[in-house]
């Protein structure tokens, strides 16, 4: 199968008419970037924030009209809105005057702030870092394979669009299908459902994507994959506070969120942040997993505590959260993820994936205890 180009793709945009204006969105400059990959089309629409709602049927309109063309397998289109967009012109013949739009009640769309539904999904969690390098990753992936060892059914959500480490983690070079056109399958990989940005786009190619583009990605792999009935959706985010975290705080019914962090000074202070955005927007803390705990010298057994130690668990009983594990730093733990296959999964009998079972039957333990109804999406107030 050919390469579907760009200028083809944005060929076939130029005949998607904005009725408000009369105009194609290339015409508009609303086609803010185009990312094709083995048949699999996604286009961004950079947007006026104030008619976001409205421009939901043309946000489908581009999807429909791309997933039209020969050798398309499926189409994305997502709204952002960086800046607000100029007044739009005079539609032709118009004497001056835009027409009028009508507003969709209830469609789920970036720009119009409503909460995003995962139907069939009981709980879902985001596993989050203040900062990088701390393990994040391999933490989500590990415990979303222990709650699946445990029984739980389980999916998994890369959610670091800059840099994703599922394809890698979990050994996946095939891309996702569609049946529909208009939601993805989901990639099974050793007993959960799994779905990242990373399974469209090359490994090696940069996401330069300001912070709502990323939101409308991360929505979008929530809202229109095929998710299915699942216990549990493990998000693993990126790291830091920023427009991911909050969408995903703001936008969907969280069950609680998991922090990751080592036990030095400098990583729990950035924990520490993670941990009161949660707090601030209502977002149960689930608890904090101390990453590379000690090492453990795979020939002697010798423990060594290089990032200090008991740092993650101190702070656990500071803040008045549960503290749900220590990890060691370990070769194989590395070893296992970098060949695809975590450590859950390539020693179920290992002491440390044990480790892994334990914290996800705590977090499963959680969960579970006070079954109470969704919970709102709550609203941020800056005093």
């Not at 996800?360 to 109470?372: E, I, P």
Request: aromatic share 4%; net charge neutral; with cysteine.
């Amino acid at each position: 199968m050919s390469e579907i180009s760009e200028s083809a793709v944005r060929e076939v945009l130029d005949t998607v008419i904005d009725p408000a204006t009369g105009r194609s969105v290339t015409a508009l400059g609303m086609v803010g970037g185009i990312a094709t990959r083995g048949g699999h089309v996604a286009v961004t629409l950079d947007v006026d924030p104030s008619r976001g709602t409205a421009l939901e049927p043309l946000r489908q309109a581009c999807e429909q009209a791309v997933r039209a063309m020969p050798g398309v397998l499926s189409a994305t289109a997502v709204m952002t809105s960086e800046r607000a967009a100029p007044a739009p012109p005079p539609a032709p013949g118009g004497g001056g005057q835009a027409r009028g739009h009508s507003h969709a009640p209830g469609s789920k769309t970036t720009g119009g702030g409503g909460r995003i539904e995962v139907p069939g999904v009981k709980h879902i969690i985001a596993v989050a870092s203040g900062k990088g390098g701390v393990g994040k990753s391999t933490t989500a992936v590990n415990l979303a394979l222990g709650l699946a060892a445990n029984g739980v059914s389980t999916g998994l959500l890369d959610a670091d669009i800059y840099g994703p480490s599922m394809p890698r983690m979990l050994d996946v070079k095939e891309k996702p299908e569609s049946i529909d056109g208009k939601q993805l399958k989901p990639i099974e990989r050793y007993g959960i459902k799994t779905m990242s940005i990373g399974y469209i786009v090359a490994e090696d190619t940069p996401m330069i994507w300001r912070g709502p583009m990323v939101s409308s990605a991360l929505e979008q792999m929530l809202r229109d994959v095929q998710w299915g009935d699942l216990d549990v959706l493990v998000v693993d985010m990126p790291p830091g506070t920023g427009d991911a975290q909050l969408t995903l705080a703001q936008r969907v019914a969280l069950a609680g969120a998991v922090i990751v962090s080592t036990p030095q000074d400098i990583a729990l202070v950035d924990a520490r942040k993670g941990l009161n955005m949660f707090r601030k927007v209502a977002v149960p803390v689930l608890g904090i997993v101390e990453n590379m705990s000690y090492f453990l010298c795979p020939k002697c057994g010798e423990r060594s505590e290089i990032f200090g130690h008991g740092g993650a668990r101190e702070e656990a009983d500071k803040l008045g959260v549960p503290f749900l594990g220590e990890v060691p730093l370990h070769l194989d733990i590395r070893t296992t993820s970098d060949s695809g296959h975590p450590i859950v999964v390539a020693q179920p009998q290992s002491a440390h994936a044990q480790v892994y079972k334990n914290i996800a039957g705590r977090v499963w333990k959680q969960l579970t205890a006070n079954q109470r109804g969704p919970r709102a999406a709550p609203r941020i107030v800056v005093q």
